[in-house]
């Protein structure tokens, strides 16, 4: 079946640091790659996709790219900012399956 | 454009009482997704709508559990009768044209429940 891990947190990063999101993906077909947000007490928002192969998605720094050869999606911003800390879920959607399949979230912290 | 809305924003009830939880999708959009997020299971989607029309309620967890589209404005997720399991925020997303072409989702913000 379609599904999607992506790496346990808490991740706790200082501000300015590097980040990096680990998503890989199981998925009939070829599927559409998302990453959501979800600041604390709201709803999920798109922060980025990709719906092929070698697309890289960008959005706010964050960016991710599309790997058909490792089946991943991995999330990168270069210099994080306390703002950037929610949880963060990578996601794929499939051709003729119109539901959209979420990883358990990443909860990231940013301390200043 | 005012978004996904839900009520209620919070709710608190005994076991064993139904909750109606409700949802205004986009204007113009034809799916609806009811979605339910807990710490151990993550974000699971429950049931979605197309056109109005129940097309996957194959999450829905057991009989207790009913959702209704009776238009395209309005959508309703049932529990009746609630337990504390059920603890959880729900969640309810609309898009146009569905996913499978890489479309987004739009989610409200929640109903957060709480079964005592």
């Known amino acids: 079946g379609n599904s999607v891990t992506q790496m346990e947190g808490p991740v706790t990063l200082s501000e300015e640091a590097f980040l990096t999101i680990n998503c890989t993906y199981t998925?009939?077909?070829?599927?559409?790659l998302f990453w959501y947000v979800q600041y604390p007490g709201e709803g999920l928002q798109l922060l980025l996709k990709?719906?092929?192969?070698?697309d890289k998605g960008s959005n706010k720094g964050f960016e991710a790219t599309y790997r058909k050869e490792t089946t991943s999606f991995h999330l990168e911003k270069g210099s994080v900012q306390v703002s950037d800390s929610a949880v963060y879920f990578c996601?794929?959607?499939?051709?003729?399956?119109?539901?959209?399949?979420f990883g358990k979230g990443t909860r990231l912290h940013i301390l200043p | 454009d005012a978004g996904v809305i839900q009520s209620p924003r919070h709710e608190v009830t005994e076991m064993g009482q139904e909750v109606t939880l409700r949802c205004k999708p986009i204007?113009?959009?034809?799916?609806l997704f009811w979605y339910r997020q807990t710490m151990m299971r993550g974000l699971e989607l429950l049931i979605y709508?197309?056109?109005?029309?129940?097309?996957?309620d194959s999450g829905m967890p057991e009989d207790r559990f009913s959702a209704k589209m009776p238009n395209a404005s309005f959508s309703t997720l049932k529990i009746q009768p609630s337990e504390p399991r059920d603890s959880a925020v729900y969640f309810c997303?609309?898009?146009?044209?569905?996913?499978?072409?890489?479309?987004?989702?739009?989610f409200g913000e929640g109903s957060w429940l709480t079964v005592v």
């Open positions: 204007s113009g959009h034809d799916y």
């Open positions: 990709a719906t092929k192969a070698d």
């Open positions: 996601a794929l959607s499939v051709r003729r399956d119109d539901k959209i399949i």
């Open positions: 997303a609309s898009s146009l044209r569905g996913t499978s072409s890489g479309n987004t989702i739009y």
């Open positions: 709508f197309n056109n109005n029309v129940p097309i996957d």
């Open positions: 998925a009939t077909g070829y599927p559409s």
